[in-house]
Every structure is written in C-alpha cells, then in structure tokens.
C-alpha cells in the first residue's frame, strides 16, 4: 500500500548535521502518521520523533528535543528528519515509518509499513 525509501545518512563529526529523506510512494500518504525510528547497536529499536498527518502534531525523544525537528510535505510525499548538533550518542540506524492514521504512534508495534533503513554514524 506505500513504500518508503530513506536517504541522507552518513558519517558526520560530532555537532554536526544531516537531514534524512523519507520518499513515500502510495495513494494516501496524506492520511498516514510517520515516525522515525533508532536502532544503536546492541540496542532495540526506539522512537525517536513522530508526526500525525496533518503535520500539527509531533513527538520527539527527550534525547533529541531541542536538536532534532520532524516535519513532512504531503505534496511530495516526504518526511523529513532534521538532525542538528549531531552527538555520537546519535549513532544508528535511522528507519521511516507508517501507519494509516490521524494519530501517531509512540512504538513500533504501532506501525505498519517500513522504509530499508539509513545509518547514521557521528564521530566523536
């Protein structure tokens, strides 16, 4: 029903930035939250911000509230994740997801589709 395609991962220096892209193909983007999610090694995966499908509405991990901004242009079909002052803590791979819903989800249990994943590796 939709596929989703992340991009703009790297390897950044620590204070840095990245963007990352979530491209959605799919009739009804519009009408799906989105969230991004982390998985550090080691660890499971995590929220790390989300927003509704309107765009009025996010959520962001208390790790990343203040550096992080989640938003999303429907017309394209796009989610974004702006990742500033980038901490080595940062370090994952990052993956879009969605669920058909005005509401975003807070777990990944609460979404249905999900994009490849993008590493994002901050050097300390």
């Known amino acids: 029903q939709v596929q989703l395609v992340e991009s703009g991962g790297g390897l950044v220096q620590a204070g840095g930035s990245l963007r990352l892209s979530c491209a959605a193909s799919?009739?009804?983007?519009?009408?799906?939250?989105m969230g991004w999610f982390r998985q550090a090694p080691g660890k499971e995966r995590a929220i790390v911000a989300a927003i509704n499908w309107s765009g009025r509405s996010t959520y962001y991990a208390d790790s990343v509230k203040g550096r992080f901004t989640i938003s999303r242009d429907n017309a394209k079909n796009t989610v974004y994740l702006q990742m500033n002052s980038l901490k080595p803590e940062d370090t994952g791979v990052y993956y879009c997801a969605a669920v058909r819903s005005v509401y975003y989800a807070s777990t990944s249990s609460g979404y249905d589709y999900w994009g490849q994943g993008t590493q994002v590796t901050v050097s300390s």
């Open positions: 799919g009739r009804t983007f519009s009408n799906y939250a």
